[in-house]
């Protein structure tokens, strides 16, 4: 059975500061998704990593996949407010296939 | 392109009651997938199917849920007498065809946004 695990599963962190949330996956698999949750709301697609070493970035967030390591990191760099929010990494088998999501880290910015 | 549809988006009922909840695809996706999440957890996948098939339903609790994604119109997952452990968040999800995908575009479940049901 596929397991996904993410930690921290709660931060904080001051405005202006630097973290990452890592996520580890039990099973091969070179697919990997982050999503960012607000509450009550749906799921947010933030990046998709398709093989071994992919880096993305987009604003002060990066993503990056070490498929041999079965981890991925999600940097945060320079955290501001708006950042705030929990979020999701989800890893698949094969192409199509169902999501296993990490139970999600509740990343709050303080002022 | 609309999105992925939801409908209701939040819905009550009574313990014993039957939930309906109803998904529409993104246009052209012929594939749907829905997941439930607990209070505070994250999402459980629970069942996958194409037009008129379930192709993956290990997910799904043995009774009183059920699945289908006819051809014509939305998806639905129906839930009997329901309980109040199944409040939660139920969210879907479509992707098109494999062999309709972009080339060079990654595959990606696209998300509806959910529909809240509450048991009382």
């Known amino acids: 059975e596929l397991k996904v695990e993410q930690n921290p599963l709660f931060l904080s962190m001051q405005e202006g500061k630097n973290y990452t949330i890592y996520c580890n996956y039990s099973?091969?698999?070179?697919?990997l998704y982050w999503y960012r949750q607000d509450p009550g709301k749906s799921l947010e697609s933030l990046f998709v990593l398709l093989s071994n070493g992919a880096v993305k970035q987009e604003g002060r967030l990066m993503a990056s996949l070490d498929t041999k390591a079965r981890l991925s990191t999600l940097h945060i760099t320079a955290a501001v407010h708006d950042l705030s929010a929990t979020y999701f990494c989800a890893v698949d088998r094969t192409s199509g296939s169902r999501l296993t999501f990490g139970e999600g880290t509740q990343l709050t910015v303080n002022p | 392109n609309a999105g992925v549809m939801q409908n209701p988006r939040h819905l009550v009922r009574r313990r014993g009651q039957e939930a309906r909840l109803r998904c529409s695809p993104m246009?052209?996706?012929?594939?749907v997938y829905w997941y439930r999440q607990l209070p505070e957890e994250g999402l459980k996948f629970m069942v996958y199917?194409?037009?008129?098939?379930?192709?993956?339903e290990s997910g799904m609790p043995k009774e009183r849920f059920s699945a289908e994604f006819p051809k014509e119109g939305p998806s639905i997952l129906r839930i009997q007498q329901v309980v109040r452990g199944d409040s939660a968040a139920y969210f879907c999800?479509?992707?098109?065809?494999?062999?309709?995908?972009?080339?060079?575009?990654?595959?990606?479940?696209?998300f509806g946004p959910g529909t809240r049901l509450t048991v009382t």
């Open positions: 199917l194409q037009k008129e098939n379930i192709i993956d």
């Open positions: 999800a479509s992707s098109p065809p494999t062999g309709h995908r972009l080339a060079g575009v990654p595959y990606e479940q696209y």
């Open positions: 246009k052209g996706h012929s594939h």
């Open positions: 099973t091969t698999s070179d697919r």
